[in-house]
């Protein structure tokens, strides 16, 4: 939460050089406070266990979330029993006259295809842009990052040639962003996915920020500096044994996938892996919320007003 300090305090430009959270005497007094609402676009298979790994992250903020699941109409997922979907999903035509401060769109085991050769694509394309209007802010992670980099910066995606997989060091780039406050200069992030993102490609766009890099695993975090978009192109809310599962289960089905990097003890499968990034997941999720409860309106609906 925001700190509340006098406004002719001679410390706030230090602390608001340094990012700090700050709320203002005069601000705070008439200050109306709501719940931070999110739309949770959910495209993985095993939607229970995502949402397990976001909620615990959300639920660590002081701050009251309301979290509403989105699912596609278009493709239904075989590895959900529709009742679950039913009951606790909603749809864009269930969502279309609400509005929301942020929207999360989830990674999903389609990477290797070209984005229109996915049979849901234009109904995510369709979700993006009435996000526009109706969500102050996009958080995508790996292929939800990839869709918005492609749809809303033409950014492509690369096929690598192998599985980038494991938990790679990720460098620090742009160290005076609120959304990397508290982080060291350099952290670990698991990476499970066939392409890239290119710096390059992104450092075309001006507007795009590479928060965070891996010199094996290339850009792991990019925001857009205008709109506050977020494209976290890793997994930071991966559980402990997450890779793990992935690795066993590509091993049955007679997948080449290598033993994923500095994630086993000793690099052995035997041994149970440990999960070191958990404290960068809660703190970089924090920090996305924190960020957005100070910039969103208070009044949702003027997101939908024409800019003058």
Known sequence: MPIKIQSDLPA?????NENVDLIISDRAVIQDIRPIKLLFLNLMPKKEETEIQFARLLGNSPLQIE??????????????????????????????????????????????????????????????EWS?????????????????????HHIQKHMIGHKQFGVFDHKLTETKSRLMKGFTDSFPM??????????????????????????????????????????????????ADTLA???????????????????????????????????????????WIHDLYQATPFDLTTLDQPKS
């Open 12 to 16: 706030r430009e230090v602390l608001e």
């Open 67 to 128: 979290l509403t699941l989105m699912t596609t109409a278009s493709y239904k997922p075989r590895n959900t029993e529709p009742g679950y979907l039913r009951r606790f999903y909603r749809s864009l035509d269930d969502v279309k006259d609400d509005y929301f401060d942020g929207i999360i769109i989830t990674g999903a085991p389609v990477e290797t295809l070209d984005f229109e050769n996915v049979n849901y694509w234009q109904e995510l394309v369709t979700i993006m």
């Open 132 to 152: 526009r209007h109706h969500c102050f802010r996009r958080l995508g992670i790996c292929w939800g990052g990839q869709a918005m980099l492609y749809h809303f």
């Open 190 to 239: 698991p990476v499970s996915r066939y392409t890239e993102n290119r710096s390059e490609e992104i450092n075309k766009h001006p507007y795009l920020e590479v928060l965070a890099e891996s010199p094996d695993a290339g850009p792991g975090i990019v925001r857009h500096q205008d709109t506050g978009d977020l494209f976290v192109l890793n997994h930071l809310e991966y559980d």
């Open 245 to 287: 599962a992935e690795y066993n289960r590509d091993q049955k089905e007679g997948l080449e996938t290598p033993v994923p990097l500095n994630y086993f003890p000793d690099n052995n499968p035997a041994h149970a892996p440990i999960n070191y990034w958990r404290p960068f997941a809660f703190l970089f999720i924090t920090n």
